[in-house]
């Protein structure tokens, strides 16, 4: 049986429809001939198709598409797919311990984790402290021909982490010439400066029985600081107090230069009260006074950091392919980046209980008054009955803490593949990948040697202008010297030398993996032939991190770390059956159904199996249906399963922020039986969160199972006779998560406890941690469990329309293709501890997540011009988490002044991208283009955040702002 050719494009539009772009065969340059029958790959099936569609629904980036984007890396392209949210990205990660500078995303909003990219088919290594998802920013772009992305559980074709999709970056084969490509770009506003170079070549040899190719890439993007952006530097947060959701509060920190210590009527280096505490006017450096006022007095604590981290790439990549005999074909491929990244922070903030010891008020004799205490200061401890005094201090003599990382990535495959019999196909591989990151943090003290500095002596007791000496005889022969900290610049070098930290990290992921199938057509039927693909796969994954011997101890300032070690492998058998019922009757040009299954050993977890079944039913030339119910599975990875406290910490909006003895906040009875909340409400009459940065480590959990994804696509494509060349299709996806592998995050043990209404029996807040003396969080502890459910369903609507612009009365042709994604569903429901019940936190419209989303492109090309157009749309959201509380104060209270930001706006961005092609010059064609992204320069909303870098901006809306590209693409 053989279609026309005409309807064959159909199917595979069909297939393909959700991209809006034509995955013609012709145009594949992974189909192959068989015979006289053209085979194409499509991600979503181990089979070949022919004469059918996918049943999934499926979207596609062409070589095309991803240049119209004038996206930099892969990353930053895929995102403009509704279905595709960004993860990872140097946005979001200039803070994180190990993965600052990666670059993923996510299907659905469902985590990173549970999304697999794949390379050609194939797995590889991960490039994050999860070891098993992949940042697209280690990826040669010289390479991708296509991508191709496969909503819904994937488990039963990939293996484990395919629960709500497959991303396959497919790469160019049998690549003749030469590539060379130079771009710059600039933003209007400064920084993410970028430039950089793409080489690619390929020739033929041994009379075109074999092909080599080679790339090599370097490109660099500068950073964005915060003060670049206007946004970024607004110091004011909104208040979540449920009776007052339109307050603005000054975020102006109180840990300042030259240092903040209690008055006469303090009782904490805690200025609650902003008068009884003593420090340096004129940002440190000006006279100690006691009116401290902390809206005039604190520090502007934003502008200096990064909000996009700056990142510099190198990525070699090499393919071999060579014919063996006419059947058997031997291929090796070799990828390789190094991606550098460099994060800058404000100055550590480490306060006197962090360094577990206050400043003392006497010599190491515990008699003679301590030289460098300022007289009023001494005499107000006294007077309160204290010798030491507690104190806040910004440690501007050490410097921005910085961070800097290497992450270097190689991957292999090689192996054999071949035909026989017309049909068949198989092939197989071997593969190993390996990351490797060696990072270095520098800016925070070192808690052992601060408090050796604290405990001096004179030299010489009967010669005190020789000065103070640390006591410790061990210590002063290490370069342990006296330390100051009363105003700026107190701190000598000596001593900065002695206190100042610098950490290191080396991580490493290793996968090793080896795999082969087979595929081909088992007999005709009568509709057409039975297909079949059946194949193993074996994998192992190696993951550890090694700190140095003070971040493992807790010996400074920073996260405590912990050192990891994790290994396991999985080996999978499967097979894949694809059916056809009826061809060419009065209900239907053709019908089919397929399934696939398959069986997984893992060392950790045991056997586990997914499944998948479905069909597609063409009812003639125009209409399309289809539908595929799976089970898809996800194993543990590493992290999860063998992490012993995996180190982060980052800023908590604190639920008994401005709680008083007789507030009526919605958490304001419990935070009131919380005994550190109530003796500082007690002593100060109120109680304001000032935690800065909160301890959040996550443990892992060897006990942990499988979780179980089930999910369910339909949809409909409409391609009207009575328009040619236009698709519609409408998709509709239901996905489910069962025994989710998840640790209650810090912020729901916050939300959980405090909701609550008895502090004393809540499980749940046994978990924070508080400072006895200050009352604020230093610590909030999560582990992974098998405990949660995800939820998420909703439509995806696509349409793609080519014309001639003869058909309009204007020259040249058009494509015209669009996405529109609505979610009616996204959330996750977890156990309430120590309780039956379950807590459901609806994420749908919150911040980063929009219940609408959409994309609209145009093209225009006559002869060698080029323009394109492209509109992304981000709906709608509610700001931060107590978001409903909130909106429930606005309709009780009436209290809804617009600029609480409480509704963050929908956001709508255009780019421009115009090209022309310079034919036949010095023997070859080249291409002078120049873009332009976010033509309207907008950023999103200022979303008044809690102060810490990042907050007052979205990851999902544009922080670059309006952006100029050019360059030149030599072809030969």
């Not at 989303?853 to 981000?874: A, E, H, M, N, Q």
Request: with cysteine; glycine share 8%; proline share 3%.
């Amino acid at each position: 049986m053989v279609f026309k050719k005409s309807l064959l494009c159909k199917s595979i539009l069909v297939g393909m429809s959700l991209t809006a772009f034509q995955l013609k065969a012709a145009e594949t340059s992974n189909g192959e001939e068989v015979g006289n029958t053209e085979k194409i790959e499509v991600t979503g099936s181990r089979i070949k198709r022919t004469e059918f569609s996918l049943p999934v629904p499926a979207q596609s980036l062409t070589i095309d598409d991803l240049e119209a984007i004038g996206a930099n890396e892969l990353s930053e392209a895929i995102t403009e797919i509704p279905a595709v949210s960004p993860g990872i990205t140097t946005e979001t990660s200039q803070s994180s311990a190990q993965d600052s500078g990666l670059s993923t995303i996510s299907l659905r909003n469902l985590g990173s984790e549970r999304t697999l990219t794949l390379i050609d088919g194939r797995r590889t290594v991960g490039n994050t402290s999860t070891g098993s998802t992949v940042s697209l920013s280690t990826i040669p772009d010289a390479f991708v021909e296509r991508i191709e992305v496969i909503s819904g559980g994937a488990s039963a074709l990939y293996g484990s982490d395919a629960v709500t999709g497959v991303v396959n970056i497919i790469t160019k084969r049998n690549f003749e010439g030469l590539t060379f490509d130079y771009r710059y770009g600039t933003s209007e506003e400064g920084g993410n400066d970028e430039k950089g170079i793409e080489i690619a070549a390929g020739a033929n040899f041994n009379d075109d029985r074999g092909n080599l190719m080679f790339a090599f890439e370097w490109d660099e993007e500068t950073a964005i600081y915060e003060h670049q952006r206007s946004k970024m530097i607004d110091p004011r947060t909104v208040s979540t107090s449920s009776d007052s959701p339109d307050e603005f509060t000054e975020t102006l920190s109180t840990h300042i230069l030259g240092g903040l210590f209690p008055g006469n009527s303090g009782t904490a280096a805690d200025p609650s009260s902003d008068s009884q505490y003593w420090f340096y006017d004129n940002g440190g450096t000006g006279e100690l006074t006691e009116d401290f006022n902390r809206s005039e007095d604190g520090y502007f604590a934003l502008g200096p950091e990064t909000a996009s981290i700056p990142r510099e790439r190198f990525l070699l990549a090499s393919h071999l392919t060579f014919d063996l005999t006419d059947d058997v074909e031997f291929f090796a491929n070799a990828h390789y980046s190094t991606v550098y990244t460099y994060s800058n922070r404000t100055p550590d903030t480490a306060t006197s209980t962090r360094l577990f010891e206050d400043f003392p008020l006497y010599l190491s004799d515990g008699v003679t008054p301590h030289p460098y205490v300022p007289q009023e200061i001494f005499d107000d401890a006294l007077e309160l009955g204290n010798d030491s005094i507690a104190f806040r201090r910004r440690w501007a003599e050490l410097g921005n803490r910085y961070r800097d990382a290497d992450n270097d990535t190689l991957r292999m495959w090689t192996g054999l593949r071949g035909y026989f019999a017309d049909t068949w196909s198989w092939e197989l591989n071997y593969g190993y990948g390996e990351w490797r990151r060696s990072q270095t943090k520098a800016g925070d003290l070192l808690v052992a040697n601060y408090q050796q500095s604290i405990d001096v002596e004179y030299v010489d007791a009967t010669d005190t202008s020789l000065g103070l000496q640390c006591a410790n005889e061990f210590a002063r022969d290490s370069g342990c010297v006296a330390l100051d900290i009363f105003g700026l610049g107190a701190v000598t070098d000596d001593a900065v030398d002695w206190l100042k930290l610098t950490d290191k990290l080396l991580a490493k992921n290793e996968t090793t993996t080896v795999s082969g199938w087979l595929t081909g057509d088992l007999v005709d039927l009568w509709a057409g032939p039975l297909s079949m693909a059946t194949g193993f796969d074996y994998r192992e994954e190696k993951s550890q991190t090694r700190w140095d011997n003070i971040s493992t101890s807790g010996g400074s300032t920073a996260t405590q770390q912990v050192d990891q070690t994790g290994q396991q492998e999985v080996t999978e058998v499967f097979v894949e059956l694809i059916m056809p019922l009826v061809e060419d009757t009065f209900f239907a040009d053709y019908i089919s159904v397929e399934g696939a299954y398959r069986v997984s050993d893992y060392s950790t977890v045991g056997s586990i199996s997914s499944w998948k079944f479905g069909g597609s039913w063409v009812l003639n030339d125009q209409l399309t249906f289809r539908s595929v119910i799976a089970e898809a599975n996800r194993a543990p990875n590493n992290i999860e399963l063998f992490s012993v406290g995996l180190g982060s910490q980052g800023g908590l909006d604190d639920p008994c922020d401005l709680v008083t003895a007789t507030s009526t906040q919605s958490y304001a009875d419990t935070c009131r039986q919380d005994p550190n909340v109530a003796s500082i409400i007690a002593s100060e009459g109120i109680f304001e969160d000032d935690s800065n940065q909160v301890q959040q480590p996550t443990f892992g959990n060897e006990g942990l199972g499988v979780e179980t994804g089930k999910t369910f696509t339909a949809g409909v494509v409409y391609s009207p006779d009575f328009i040619p060349n236009l698709t519609v299709a409408l998709d509709y996806y239901d996905i489910r998560i069962e025994n989710a592998i998840s640790e209650i995050e810090a912020e729901d043990i916050l939300q959980l406890c405090y909701s609550s209404g008895d502090f004393n029996s809540t499980e749940s807040c046994s978990i924070p941690v508080r400072d006895v003396t200050t009352g604020q969080l230093t610590e909030v502890s999560q582990t992974s469990l098998n405990t949660d459910e995800l939820r998420t369903k909703g439509y995806d609507a696509t349409f793609s329309y080519n014309f001639d612009g003869e058909d309009i009365g204007l020259p040249g042709s058009f494509k015209v293709s669009g996405t529109y994604n609505i979610i009616k569903e996204l959330e996750e429901e977890s156990p309430v501890p120590g309780t039956t019940e379950t807590f459901i936190n609806d994420e749908l419209g919150l911040l980063g997540s929009p219940d609408r989303t959409g994309r609209f492109s145009v093209s225009w090309k006559d002869g060698p011009l080029k323009v394109s157009w492209r509109t992304l749309y981000i709906g709608s959201m509610l700001n931060d988490n107590y978001a409903r509380d909130r909106l429930n104060a606005c309709h009780e209270y009436s209290n809804c002044s617009d600029k609480i930001n409480l509704f963050i706006r929908d956001v709508t961005t255009h780019n421009l991208r115009i090209s022309y092609k310079i034919e036949d010059v010095l023997g070859g064609d080249h291409n002078l283009y120049f873009g332009i992204n976010n033509i309207t320069n907008d950023q999103g909303p200022n979303l008044f955040g809690d102060g810490n870098v990042g907050e007052n901006h979205s990851s999902l809306h544009d922080l670059t702002g309006r952006f100029y590209y050019g360059g030149m693409k030599i072809t030969f």
